[in-house]
């Protein structure tokens, strides 16, 4: 497990801080999460599968994001205090 999240923050995201950034890893697929942008990635073949920009996904917010047990929700609080909830279709070909 170790090696697996050095080589995501060594080969995906070198140029963010680690307090900026948040990983969540469901079986070989990795949820990268920074300030304005959710990706996600196949460990197994090295690749991005997606990307999405989020304008309102802040530096804080991102640090307190949550992904539910099953991988299949994203919850990212607003600046409100309330919760936003994104369902994830992670694509199953890369």
Do not use: W
Request: proline share 5%; net charge positive; aromatic share 8%.
């Amino acid at each position: 497990m170790v090696n697996r999240l050095r080589f995501t923050i060594d080969d995906i995201a070198p140029y963010a801080g680690l307090d900026e950034l948040k990983m969540f890893c469901t079986g070989t697929v990795m949820l990268h999460l920074e300030p304005y942008q959710i990706a996600i990635f196949d460990l197994k073949k090295r690749k991005r599968l997606e990307s999405s920009i989020q304008r309102y996904l802040t530096r804080d917010l991102v640090i307190h994001s949550k992904l539910s047990p099953k991988g299949t929700v994203l919850a990212v609080p607003r600046l409100t205090g309330d919760m936003v909830f994104y369902e994830l279709r992670i694509p199953t070909q890369s």
